[in-house]
């Protein structure tokens, strides 16, 4: 089993950026397709993007592209999220998971805290 930790989640103005971290012990990720998911209040969890084991290939939801960006650290062990431009719509709490069927399907087997992103306009 992976156990995944994420991190880095802050209250922060329309507009503004931050850098969301994902760090996984107990199996290594370095043959792992991994994604970001996130939780707005009130509502299920969706998908944000993704990358494929070596690092090629990012993927994203259609309102995040061009505003994040995906990116791992397979030595590390890490991946990461960075959110530019941010908007009152991203406010959620973001978890990462691997991908079960490529891209948007987590594999919804472990699942961490999260990191609660909060956007204020």
């Known amino acids: 089993q992976v156990q995944l930790v994420e991190y880095g989640g802050r209250q922060v103005q329309a507009g503004g950026s931050l850098r969301l971290s994902c760090s996984a012990s107990?199996?290594?990720?370095?043959?792992?397709?991994m994604g970001w998911f996130r939780q707005k209040p009130g509502k299920e969890r969706e998908y944000v993007a993704s990358?494929?084991?070596?690092?090629?290939?990012?993927f994203y939801q259609g309102s995040v592209r061009g505003r994040f960006t995906i990116s791992r650290d397979n030595p590390k062990n890490t991946i990461y999220l960075q959110m530019n431009s941010l908007e009152p719509e991203d406010t959620a709490v973001y978890y990462c998971?691997?991908?079960?069927?490529?891209?948007?399907?987590?594999?919804?087997?472990?699942w961490g805290q999260g990191t609660q992103v909060t956007v204020s306009s």
């Open positions: 998971n691997p991908v079960s069927i490529w891209p948007t399907t987590p594999k919804n087997d472990y």
């Open positions: 107990g199996r290594t990720l370095s043959a792992i397709h």
């Open positions: 990358i494929v084991a070596n690092g090629d290939y990012p």
